[in-house]
């Protein structure tokens, strides 16, 4: 990747994250990062195509640790049953270690989701991976029925999203420092009860 094409990058990763998708404009875009507007159209096309190549910078990594993780897992495993928490390991701690050393990511992703982007994100640029984790959960939860794992992953989705990119509405936690590894530990243990908790009966009051 080239110099300018980093410098755009970079730009457009910390004015969406600060402003927001629909109030960041190219041409601010280019006015920050000293470029023209020939060479944003260059390199990457219009706006959106701009904005995934921003994703995609820091996605694509997490994605191959993400399947690199779940092939030593696999590969140790053998034919045997894979287990829930080596899985979600695998999912969650390469973003956490993203997390760690890009916060202005961490924002860019947070802009998406709150301006409801995230659906066609994940559908352009995660939807390999998660097919090959849906393949990893069914051998960690063989007993779930197909249409009951993908509740739980679908949940998963919607909670890691939240927990990435949503402020706490909560009392006593609206103020807590946004120590996003942390988030991801919480969420982590709680989705490993998740996807082994019974399966509720239609119906079923607790």
Known sequence: MTETQEKILDTAERLIGEQGYAATSLRQII???GVNLAAVHYHFGSKEDLLDAAVVRKAGPVNEARIAALDRVEQE???GQLDIDDVLDCFFRPMADVTRRNQKFVRLMGRIYSE???PQIVQKHFQ????RFLAAFRRALPELPEEELLWRVHFMVGAMAHTMCGPSSLPGLMDAPVDIPRRIER???FLSGGFRAPIAAAGEKK
């Open 116 to 118: 409801g982007l995230m």
């Open 187 to 189: 969420l982590q243990a």
């Open 31 to 33: 006015a920050e990062a």
């Open 128 to 131: 390999p991976t998660m097919g």
């Open 77 to 79: 495993a053998g034919e």
